[in-house]
């Protein structure tokens, strides 16, 4: 049992630190069209926006405000020719010079919905009074969709979990009220709570009131939706579900063990399908080895829904009567071989719980900065703690196990009611230990992942981007150094400088110095950058645009006579 307590950090660590590809999760603006801080000749007909992965737009929008704040935005946004990656609104002909306010919302592939706003110049830069609104939604709504969320994981554990408990190891036991009664609470709560965020999820996604949740046009998008097709698939599984159950809990007490493995089975089969709604419309869903992210998280929730839900109905047969009033053994009283045979497969969802939890942090997580600098890394390891804390709540049930073994066998091991409630405290401890793990999971599955977290948070520190490489024009006096900095290096507007000076890094003026930039792998030909000379060796150009993200060549030609002439081409990384 210590092992697992040993192994779960060092294998989170240890994967963390290895690094990981990219897996993409909570998508990001990477370029527009006109870009961020731009100035452009003539008023465009569109405005292009384009992100990191796909991205919904039923429950978005994208606002483009005038200078007197005013929309000019026309007709709803689409993907265009770019795909699901890039959206487009067409803009009112005959626009005036100034600065106007794109103000854009749109739900990314992993079913949560990202927004922003930025600012481009038509001929000329001037004040403006666009407002864009509250782009954080109604806190009311985040308050009950987060209710709700957290409900439906708590409510899916302890029913899947519960069943199969009861199927494989104590079917007489569904005959106890309070064992029924946490049965069917327990699908009500799911069912609840799964229509909870399915209303709530358009408001959430679109930033409006919670009375849109009760707005058909609204409800009618979000089934258009990712998330909401896998809610609604949910509620229809839901309802097969309820319907098994109820045969369950009639047919079980008296039902022959093959006739068990079959509700088993088919049990087991509607849970996968439940999980499969949360594991096809999350993070596992977007990014590098899908498949492979899919199914293990599928497996999780499977394997954390049979331990935890097992662990509640074992509570409650701990903590109900073993007898009546008569002084018969009440129907599936519990056992020593019950929680025997319930310990070694608990032990087995340990250890899927950890390989899979261990996989999804290293595909989320990526660096070991991102796991201690993040909202999700930290929750990460707040969830890492309470579950070492459960496995060793659950070494002490396993020795209370060892100890009543002892005893049965002949060899006396302590007095029978203090070691049981020695198991009836470290079972206790277990589900509430259970209780944060859920709550903690709830809040990581709507937090946004530490690796694009991590790595957005480093392109939005101020930065500047400079290379240096020698030149040679021939000649007398031919041969010298230039110096290329942009910043902040990032796509947008970015002053660029350029510095030449001999080989001993004094500053000469050349009499021409000519700057392009082109960014090949985005199809972007060489651009012509005005510099201009601004001190001794030092040429300067202000706004210059761009407009996405990569590798950017920056060409300069320095003349230093009228014959002699060299051309030096820069990678300069703009993020």
């Not at 405005?47 to 919904?56: A, I, W």
């Not at 830069?125 to 987060?146: E, H, I, R």
């Not at 098994?244 to 022959?256: F, M, S």
């Not at 060892?402 to 401890?429: E, F, H, N």
Request: charged share 15%.
């Amino acid at each position: 049992m210590w092992t697992w307590l040993l192994a779960l950090p060092v294998l989170l660590v240890t994967l963390v630190i290895g690094g990981a590809g990219p897996a993409s999760a909570h998508a990001s603006l990477e370029s527009s069209t006109p870009a961020a801080g731009s100035t452009v000749p003539v008023a465009p007909a569109t405005v292009t926006l384009r992100y990191s992965e796909g991205v919904e737009t039923g429950l978005g929008a994208i606002k483009v405000l005038d200078p007197a704040g005013k929309r000019v935005d026309t007709g709803s946004p689409d993907h265009g020719i770019g795909g699901p990656s890039t959206v487009r609104v067409k803009l009112e002909a005959g626009l005036g010079p100034g600065t106007y306010t794109v103000a854009w919302r749109v739900v990314s592939e992993d079913s949560h919905p990202i927004a922003g706003a930025f600012t481009f110049n038509v001929v000329r830069a001037s004040a403006t009074a666009a407002n864009v609104g509250a782009q954080s939604g109604d806190a009311s709504v985040k308050l009950v969709d987060g209710i709700a969320r957290g409900v439906a994981f708590g409510s899916f554990a302890l029913l899947s979990g519960a069943v199969l408990f009861l199927v494989a190891l104590r079917p007489a036991a569904v005959g106890r009220f309070r064992v029924w009664l946490l049965l069917f609470a327990s699908w009500a709560g799911l069912l609840v709570s799964t229509v909870a965020a399915l209303m709530l999820y358009g408001p959430r996604a679109s930033a409006l009131p919670f009375s849109s949740a009760f707005d058909m046009d609204v409800l009618r998008a979000t089934l258009e939706t990712k998330l909401g097709r896998a809610l609604s698939v949910r509620v229809l599984v839901l309802g097969a579900a309820g319907a098994l159950l109820g045969y369950l809990v009639a047919a079980l007490p008296t039902a022959a063990p093959r006739k068990r493995a079959l509700l088993g089975g088919a049990w087991a089969a509607l849970c996968l399908g439940m999980a499969a709604t949360w594991s096809l419309s999350d993070h596992a869903s977007v990014g590098m080895q899908v498949p492979l992210a899919v199914s293990a998280d599928i497996l999780h929730l499977a394997a954390m829904g049979t331990w935890l839900g097992g662990l509640t109905v074992l509570l409650v047969l701990l903590f109900g009567p073993d007898r009546d009033d008569d002084g018969d053994e009440l129907p599936g009283a519990l056992d020593v071989p019950t929680v025997a045979r319930f310990s070694a497969i608990a032990m087995v969802c340990v250890g899927v719980l950890v390989a899979t939890g261990v996989y999804a942090a290293w595909r989320q997580i990526g660096s070991f900065d991102a796991l201690f600098s993040t909202t999700f890394g930290l929750l990460l390891i707040l969830k890492v703690n309470f579950v070492a804390l459960m496995i060793a709540a659950a070494w002490v049930s396993r020795r209370w196990l060892q100890a009543r073994l002892r005893a049965s066998a002949g060899v006396r091991a302590g007095d029978p009611m203090a070691r049981k409630q020695t198991l009836r405290r470290a079972v206790g401890a277990e589900v509430l230990l259970a209780v944060a793990v859920l709550s903690v999971t709830a809040v990581l599955v709507n937090t946004e992942p530490g690796r694009t977290a991590y790595d957005r948070e480093q392109a939005a520190k101020p930065q500047t981007a400079s290379v240096s490489t020698p030149f040679d024009a021939g000649g007398t006096g031919g041969k010298g150094i230039v110096d290329v900095t942009v910043d902040p290096a990032r796509q947008g507007a970015n002053t660029l400088d350029v510095f030449v000076r001999d080989p001993l890094r004094n500053p000469v003026d050349p009499p021409e110095v000519t700057v392009r930039v082109a960014l090949p792998d985005k199809q972007i030909s060489g651009i012509d950058v005005a510099v201009e000379h601004v001190g001794p060796g030092q040429w300067r150009a202000q706004g210059v645009a761009l407009p996405m993200a990569g590798t950017w060549q920056v060409t300069v030609a320095v003349r230093t006579t009228d014959i002699d002439r060299a051309v030096v081409t820069v990678p300069l990384t703009v993020r």
